[in-house]
């Protein structure tokens, strides 16, 4: 079983930054992608970015230009920096993996708000 935990998550007034981490209980390396995901109140779970363990990234529209997302494999963890942020970006972020095998794990979720 995979265990992800997420962290830094909180408050931010608009045009601040903030860099959420997601620490995985094993290597980074037995996973095929990680990434974030997000979901608003009142909406749909939604891609943020991933990052595959060759190091390609991709990004929602929304994300692009403002978020960059990285891994760390020494400490089994994934970055989401957060530059530029609106309050349109309030939501629980969620990291996810999915393994070589192809089963998906998520975390807890971490609460972002963004005040206007």
């Known amino acids: 079983q995979v265990q992800l935990v997420e962290s830094g998550g909180g408050l931010v007034q608009a045009g601040e930054s903030l860099t959420l981490s997601c620490t995985a209980s094993?290597?980074?390396?037995?996973?095929?992608?990680m990434g974030w995901y997000r979901q608003a109140p009142g909406k749909q779970r939604e891609l943020v970015a991933t990052i595959t363990n060759g190091g390609s990234t991709t990004y929602a529209d929304s994300a692009k230009g403002r978020f960059t997302i990285s891994r760390d494999n020494a400490k089994n963890t994934v970055n989401l920096q957060m530059n530029s942020l609106k309050p349109e970006d309030t939501a629980v972020y969620y990291c996810y993996t999915q393994d070589i095998v192809y089963n998906q794990y998520w975390g807890q979720g971490t609460q972002l708000t963004v005040s206007s």
């Open positions: 094993r290597s980074l390396f037995r996973f095929r992608v």
